[in-house]
């Protein structure tokens, strides 16, 4: 079956500076790559996603750019505030609608 | 416009007991999808359900079954309950490629 794989586990930034979080994944056949975002106490929330035959994607300060050929997924945030600390999940679907989903990163903002 | 819908949000529950866990899609999505996730971990895919056929099932035992009414809802099952079953219970709907939460039913067990 496929597996994820997050790293970091934890990752703290300045305010104002960017943020990378980097997924392996060992399915090929997996051709769905979204991101979570979950708050303490809350439900995962989907903040961008890419399927497999995109290289990039972006959304305002986040981006997404998946590598096929190396089977890996890294999540962009730019210019980085306070409110983007959470803790940030990968996930990739293959077969039916299974996310199979990575250890996540916490990511704190310091003010 | 109503988001996935999850209930109860909390149940406390005791060793061998049963647990029915219930889940509402966004409108007009006919997949819904089960997940546990123990805390510090991702989710864990348990169960996917489309136009009431099981599509897909997790590394989880028999104790866990799940099932979709004709109006999509759906309900996830536990048997015979295990301490290890402590988590939150997430439902997740879709319609194509993304998959949307609800706020999930954190069950612990006793």
């Known amino acids: 079956g496929e597996n994820v794989e997050q790293h970091p586990s934890t990752l703290s930034v300045q305010e104002g500076d960017s943020a990378v979080i980097k997924c392996t994944y060992s399915?090929?056949?997996?051709?769905?790559f979204p991101w979570y975002k979950q708050e303490l106490g809350k439900r995962p929330q989907l903040i961008i996603d890419?399927?497999?035959?995109?290289g990039e994607k972006k959304d305002q300060r986040i981006a997404v750019t998946l590598n096929k050929t190396a089977k890996h997924f890294s999540l962009h945030i730019t210019e980085t505030q306070p409110e983007d600390s959470a803790v940030y999940f990968c996930a990739a679907k293959s077969s039916g609608d299974k996310l199979t989903f990575g250890t996540g990163t916490r990511l704190a903002v310091r003010p | 416009d109503a988001g996935v819908t999850q209930s109860p949000t909390h149940l406390i529950k005791t060793r061998g007991q049963h647990v029915t866990l219930r889940c509402s899609p966004i409108s007009g999505h006919k997949s819904v999808s089960w997940y546990q996730q123990v805390l510090g971990q991702g989710p864990q895919f348990i169960f996917q359900y489309y136009e009431k056929e099981e599509r897909g099932r997790g590394n989880f035992p028999d104790r866990f079954s799940a099932r979709q009414f004709p109006n999509y809802s759906s309900e996830l099952n536990v048997n015979a309950l295990l301490l290890g079953d402590s988590a939150l219970y997430l439902c997740?709907?879709?319609?194509?490629?993304?998959?949307?939460f609800g706020q999930g039913t954190r069950l612990t067990v006793v």
């Open positions: 890419i399927r497999s035959n995109v």
């Open positions: 399915d090929s056949a997996s051709n769905y």
């Open positions: 997740a709907s879709s319609l194509g490629f993304g998959a949307f």
